[in-house]
């Protein structure tokens, strides 16, 4: 089940809210089982496969916790055996569900071999609760006062917000949280802010990232068609798609949790502001990279055993951190060239700090790179490596760039502008055109609109942002004396997230164009 | 202090948070009632505003529920430029156009069983209706006059298509939910945008600002330029020592064309044996037939359609018509945009011909008209057309 679905918006997320504050009223422990019905539920939905596969796999780690805190609390080396142990079985489950295929067509390609292929399931939310359950065995690993009940852990994993694409929750964000008295009830300024944020996601989600993926899905599935203007519209649109694909799950994970009382840790905080590739990396995906850093990183040694070792440690991170992402080359590639960037960012880092001799110029200088330059080159890298990332493969995304040199700038692809035009927001703007400018330069419009997003991006505060800001201005109504204000205030602000939610649901669906280009 | 803060802090959210969702479904509902009161796509009921016939795979599925007829007139985009007033007019019917662009046998003859069926329900609803208690089917016709009941139908059999694979579709994404009886898979049609701004919006525009709803004859139809290059614009150059023979029409083949027929056009005929089915064999260009010649495949089609006509021609209700042989319209690139796609007077001449019972293929006749056309096309000196073909 996902979150921009009528059965999730109607039956779902009404039902497990509702029954879970109703049944703890009752009992604690029965609206935790509740919650832990209704995640189960989520999961299995579309596949009941994918119970199969999640269950044995939360039992066992649970069990494995459980040796590691309970039976070998006081035993170091066993403890330590047992945490490798849940480890590698962690890894070899994921590596068997996602990379087996990748595997062995590798294999058959370089040995000139046929084996077949395993074509398994992959099932859902695997990569992520992969590693929430390495981060659980590590930490118990590491804090032998940890322990949590099945029921808890159970909820922990499958915790059904954030179980499809994170946040990436650790125990001692989580565990607590179940606990704590206070939590257990209904609370309208947390409910409130969930509803805030949850609505926010999913205009971001149905509104601005699937009207650009119908310009970007179509401009690949066409690509010989693709003009010089049209490829800087993918590279630019899938950018901007990814941020608001992603990130608008994240914002819905988050309002969710809200809704449940829950605090899930933030995954996003205007990754396309980073002036380096390093700040990219603390702004996009947070709890992965906070996982990378923590689980693989230090482990490694971190930065603590020289330069060159150092940079090693990154590259191995970013190279695992692509095929995380996905069982194909461009992945690697896409981590690779992440690693490579974030290497040279900290060679420059490590030659310039070294520096002794700087004057007022050379900082002058510096300073215009830093302030100017670098966030350009920064946003423009990420650009061109998200290409490698969204193509079916590496010579796919050479193709897409190349064509920005060789493409020939004739206007933009009459196939993507066709599409993008089809969407009915689109179709207001192109209204409002009085001086025909989208006629005069086909497509223009799609350039127009992935500019004002880009600036959105670069410029504006995020939904984190803007929830605290709204949810600051509510607190603050409350010293205010002047009711008539106060409720206009709240009118508004109500009335604006009721369209904005009214609008995203009716956009869930739409009407497929059947373009048949005979006819 | 704290706790009243608190409180009142509690309390605007509270108000903030029902104001929301009671607005939000408020919004919701009212999308939903309006969708439903004007019906852009007829799922429910009559047209009550003026309408725009558009999105055919959203629209047909409705207009065949809803709107009173006798005569089906479906086909792909060969069918788009076809008038159903002047085959009304030839006919004394009332018919419909249901366009589906790109639609091989299998959408198109799921879409005409559904269609049919749909009126044998709207007969045995009525029937229960009346006094005398639940009536047969049978019984209804006989005593109204086929009235509102499907007596012909007009369908496109593109031989091309025949010759595909039985589950052959273009497209992966229909909009099945307007398509059955299940209401709840209806919000998707509901909370729709698409249908509201596209659908219902543009109809009640429409009807206030008094513009006329679209005709069936204006539904999908198209002008394009057409011409001897527009014609040949898909064609590689033609070579002389090209075998045009080259495939043949193999077992697996014509165990295909069977399957196709038999699963897809058989059961709707059978099921329906008193209504007249006209299947009618487009003229396909020149151009096409170049395609085939380049292809290797003009033995392969031509038995193909010969195996065809001979199953098709087995049926009492079936007449099936062909316009392949009308070489003095199939020569003319001039009435093509591209290799099948001809313009609307030849539309119209179809329709003047089958009207007059003219082009028929039967069971005596079938392998003259293969034959003549094999005469044909084995010996064309397709090379003719290089000068309209580009590298």
Redesign the interface.
């Given at each position: 089940m996902v979150f921009n679905s009528?059965v999730f918006i109607?039956l779902m997320l009404p039902i497990s809210v509702a029954g879970y504050y109703l049944i703890n009223r009752i009992s604690n422990m029965g609206g935790k089982w509740f919650l832990l019905a209704c995640s189960l539920f989520f999961v299995g939905y579309v596949n009941v496969m994918y119970l199969a596969i999640l269950m044995p796999s939360i039992l066992i780690n649970y069990l494995f916790g459980f040796l590691i805190n309970g039976v070998f609390k006081d035993n170091n080396i066993r403890r330590k055996g047992v945490t490798v142990l849940g480890v590698v079985l962690n890894l070899v489950t994921l590596g068997v569900f996602k990379y087996s295929d990748f595997f062995i067509a590798n294999v058959n390609q370089i040995l000139k071999k046929d084996f077949t292929l395993c074509r398994l399931i992959l099932p859902l939310g695997i990569s992520f609760y992969t590693f929430q359950q390495i981060s659980f065995l590590v930490d118990y690993y590491r804090d032998n006062t940890l322990s949590c009940t099945l029921l808890e852990y159970c909820l922990y994993i499958s915790f059904y917000p954030q179980f499809v694409q994170g946040p990436i929750v650790l125990q001692s964000e989580f565990i607590p949280q179940l606990r704590e008295e206070i939590r257990r009830h209904w609370?309208?300024?947390y409910?409130?802010k969930g509803?805030y944020r949850f609505t926010l996601g999913l205009a971001k989600k149905v509104l601005i990232a699937d009207t650009i993926a119908k310009a970007v899905d179509g401009g690949y599935d066409r690509l010989s068609e693709v003009t010089a203007l049209g490829a800087v519209a993918l590279i630019l649109g899938y950018t901007l798609q990814i941020y608001f694909d992603f990130s608008a799950y994240s914002d819905m994970a988050i309002g969710l949790g809200y809704l449940f009382h829950i605090d899930l840790p933030e995954n996003f905080n205007s990754p396309y502001k980073a002036r380096t590739i390093d700040e990219f990396w603390d702004r996009w995906h947070i709890t992965l990279t906070r996982f990378f850093t923590r689980y693989l990183y230090f482990p490694l040694g971190g930065s603590r055993k020289g330069r060159v070792r150092t940079y090693i440690n990154i590259l191995i991170v970013f190279i695992l951190s692509g095929l995380w992402h996905g069982a194909e080359w461009s992945f690697v590639l896409w981590g690779a060239m992440h690693g490579v960037a974030m290497l040279i960012s900290r060679l420059i880092r490590d030659i310039s700090g070294s520096g002794k001799n700087s004057d007022d110029d050379s900082i002058k200088n510096r300073i215009a790179f830093v302030s100017i330059i670098q966030p350009c080159i920064t946003f423009i890298f990420v650009n061109v490596a998200w290409v490698f990332f969204r193509a079916d493969n590496t010579s796919q995304a050479i193709d897409v760039i190349s064509k920005v040199f060789k493409g020939g700038w004739n206007g933009m692809t009459e196939y993507i502008h066709e599409l993008f035009g089809k969407v009915?927001e689109i179709?207001w703007l192109l209204r409002l055109d009085v001086l025909n400018l989208n006629d005069k330069v086909p497509g223009i419009i799609l350039i127009f609109v992935l500019i004002a997003l880009m600036f959105i991006c670069m410029l504006t505060h995020n939904s984190k942002e803007l929830t605290d800001r709204w949810a600051d201005r509510?607190?603050m109504?409350?010293?205010t004396n002047e009711v008539g204000g106060?409720s206009l205030t709240?009118?508004v602000?109500?009335?604006t997230?009721?369209?904005l939610?009214?609008?995203s649901?009716?956009?869930?669906?739409?009407?497929?164009?059947?373009i048949?280009w005979?006819? | 202090m704290r706790t009243d803060?608190e409180a009142?802090?509690?309390s605007?959210?509270?108000?903030?948070?029902i104001?929301?969702?009671v607005?939000?479904i408020v919004?919701?509902l009212l999308?939903m009632g309006l969708n439903i009161l004007i019906d852009p796509y007829f799922h429910y009921h009559k047209p009550v505003t003026k309408y725009r016939l558009n999105?055919?795979?959203?629209i047909n599925d409705g207009i065949a529920r809803n709107f009173d007829y006798d005569t089906i007139i479906i086909g792909?985009?060969l069918f788009?430029n076809f008038k159903t007033s002047q085959y009304d007019e030839l006919n004394g019917t009332k018919s419909i156009k249901l366009p589906y662009?790109?639609a091989g046998v299998f959408e198109l003859w799921n879409a005409l069983g559904r269609a049919i069926g749909r009126n044998e329900l709207k007969v045995d609803l009525i029937s229960y209706d009346s006094k005398d208690g639940a009536k047969n089917v049978a019984d209804y016709k006989s005593e109204t006059g086929y009235k509102d009941i499907v007596k012909n139908v007009i369908i496109c059999t593109d031989i091309e298509d025949v010759l595909r694979d039985y589950h052959w579709h273009?497209?992966n994404?229909y909009?099945t939910y307007l398509y059955d009886e299940d209401v709840l898979n209806d919000?998707?049609?509901l909370?729709?945008?698409?249908?509201?701004?596209?659908g219902t919006v543009n109809n009640i525009f429409r009807t206030v600002l008094g513009k006329e709803s679209t005709s069936f004859d204006d539904y999908s139809s198209?002008v394009r330029v057409s011409g001897p290059e527009a014609a040949c614009a898909?064609i590689s150059v033609i070579d002389p020592a090209t075998d045009r023979c080259r495939r043949k029409l193999s077992d697996g083949d014509i165990e295909k064309i069977y399957y196709n027929i038999h699963t897809n056009m058989v059961p709707v005929i059978e099921a329906n044996s008193d209504v007249k089915f006209k299947l009618l064999i487009p003229p396909a260009s020149l151009a096409k037939w170049a395609e085939h010649y380049n292809k290797g495949e003009v033995d392969y089609y031509l038995d193909g359609m010969e195996y065809a006509l001979s199953i098709l021609t087995d049926y009492d209700n079936v007449t099936v018509y062909g316009f392949d042989n009308e070489f003095s319209i199939t020569n003319d690139l001039n009435r093509y945009c591209?290799a099948?796609?001809y313009d609307a007077d030849v539309s119209e001449w179809i329709f003047e011909e089958i009207s007059a019972g003219r082009h028929e293929i039967n069971k005596d006749n079938y392998k003259d008209y293969v034959d003549g056309l094999r005469e044909y096309y084995l010996n064309y000196d397709f090379t003719v057309l290089n000068e309209y073909i580009s590298d």
């Open positions: 009528y109607f609370d309208s300024r409910a409130s509803l009915v179709a509510i607190n109504m409350t010293d106060r709240l009118l602000s109500s009335a997230m009721a369209v939610l009214t609008w649901i009716v956009s869930l669906g739409g009407v497929t164009s059947y048949y005979n006819f | 803060r009142n802090t509690k605007i959210y509270d108000k903030w948070f104001r929301t969702v607005s939000a919004l919701v999308v999105e055919e795979r959203y792909n985009s788009q662009s790109g273009r497209y994404d909009p919000v998707k049609y909370l729709n945008k698409d249908t509201l701004y596209r198209w898909d591209d099948i796609h």
